[in-house]
């Protein structure tokens, strides 16, 4: 089968992917991973078939850090942005999947993609990072406060989902008319039935030990098989890591991956004085973060990335920002959390990891200073913390999300392609 995947992001957004292109690949499919071109190297050198789309993630991370907290100056930085490479990328997302079988889209594509793909007469999966287009309520939605009685749970839902449609007509207005013949007239949405063909399926890659298995799922096209981990086992460390490890007791661990903050430098300063005050070693994984000036001392380690299924099973405390491939990362290692969220998704994976008992109190940027990550970093210590966040690690290692994922993705396809051969009018794009 060949199959597309249409991805867009940060490293965090694409890691997830490239793990699932990885294993249909080695299943025996033809994958074709198209993303943002700063991501070639990465995904060619896992053996990929890569189309790239433009506009630039570190571009994207200055934007939202020039915003703060304001939300309408983060949606409005981002929708001019947007604005300016969609034809581009409608573009070429439309040329990579002109041959495909199948195609698979992520959160930006979840609009564009189902409708390239009902003109192209293919199925479509859509797989999604974060819980959204299935209103619950047994947990918040993202951007909306935690705690709320269950139906304003649902509502939030609910409105997200409406929001992101309203975007997407507008989006569609604005590209110009040579884009805009590349996709259908009218709007097909996906998650619904239509005669002739099965729903588009929704899949979480998230562990159903962290969101549960909401009752309003159930019975449904709705899915959450696991995370998808991308893993390096021949990862070999630098060796002054190895020494490093080994001098001593676990260090804490630090990373704010892809973010770009104008706190960042202030935050992290505060948690190496927290460690001096509490006699910790700390592993900084500086990444985009931008960094004190002085931040170098005997218990200090500085390395630029590094695989977070070696790195954090060796670490006593994960500090991090709480991006869902990172969240993800922390909670299997099996290790507590502290979490100082950024943007988007990111308080919501705070809260949840707080509910479940596995991290610190959600901690704000602009308020944090050592006090804070002293009391933070002790609360971590918690027996009852450490033996949750060790159960939860269990859990979420014993499954095989991306395997899961696999058979629901072939599954779709045949289902789909046995009612398009049914049909008065068969589809196009279906070979084997």
């Keep these: 089968m060949r199959i597309v995947l249409l991805a867009f992001g940060s490293r965090g957004d694409i890691q997830p992917f490239l793990a699932l292109a990885s294993k249909l690949n080695e299943r025996g499919h033809s994958v074709t991973l198209a993303a943002p071109k700063v991501f070639r190297t990465m995904i060619e050198e896992n053996q990929l ?11 994207i991370s200055r934007l939202l850090n020039s915003a703060g907290e304001n939300l309408f100056q983060m949606a409005r930085k981002l929708w001019r942005y947007a604005l300016q490479v969609e034809n581009e990328i409608v573009l070429s997302a439309s040329l990579a999947i002109q041959d495909a079988d199948l195609l698979i889209h ?23 990072m974060f819980p959204s287009f299935a209103p619950t ?38 590209l110009n008319d040579e884009v805009k013949k ?45 995370y998808f ?41 505060s948690i190496l004085a927290a460690a001096d005050q509490l006699n910790l070693r700390v592993i900084l994984i500086s990444g985009w973060a931008i960094l004190p000036e002085d931040y170098s001392n005997h218990s200090v380690y500085l390395i630029n990335a590094i695989p977070h299924a070696f790195i954090f099973p060796k670490c006593s405390t994960i500090i991090h920002h709480g991006g869902a491939g990172t969240t993800a990362a922390a909670a299997r290692s099996g ?10 998704d990111q308080p919501f994976w705070s809260d949840r990891m707080y509910s479940l008992g596995v991290s610190s109190p959600p901690l704000k940027m602009k308020k944090i200073d050592s006090n ?6 002790k609360f971590t210590t918690d027996p009852n913390i450490i033996t949750k966040a060790f159960e939860l690690g269990q859990k979420i290692a014993a499954e095989d999300g991306l395997g899961s994922t696999i058979r629901i993705i072939e599954d779709h396809y045949q289902e789909f392609t046995s009612q398009a051969q049914e049909s008065e009018f068969p589809r196009r794009g279906l070979g084997s």
């Design 137 to 174: 309520r047994s947990m918040p939605a993202v951007g909306h406060p935690a705690n709320l009685p269950g139906i304003l749970n649902y509502f939030g839902h609910w409105f997200n989902a409406q929001i992101f449609r309203v975007l997407a007509l507008i989006g569609k207005a604005f």
């Design 335 to 344: 290790k507590p959390q502290i979490i100082i969220p950024h943007i988007g």
């Design 49 to 59: 078939k890569f189309t790239p789309l433009a506009g630039d993630p570190e571009e």
């Design 106 to 128: 992520g959160f930006a594509f979840t609009d564009i993609g189902h409708q390239l793909a009902t003109l192209q007469g293919i199925p479509d999966v859509s797989i999604q």
């Design 372 to 377: 804070l990550m002293v009391k933070a970093l």
């Design 229 to 269: 981990f991308l893993d390096e086992p021949d990862y070999h460390p630098p060796d002054e890591l190895n020494r490093f490890l080994k001098d001593g007791d676990p260090p804490i661990c630090v990373t704010f991956g892809s973010m770009i903050n104008k706190e960042s430098s202030k935050v992290i300063k």
């Design 182 to 226: 590349l996709l259908p007239r009218s709007n097909p949405q996906p998650f619904e039935h239509r005669c002739g063909q099965p729903p588009t399926p929704l899949l979480f890659a998230i562990s159903p030990a962290v969101v549960g298995e909401p009752e309003e799922w159930r019975n449904r096209s709705i899915f959450t098989p696991g």
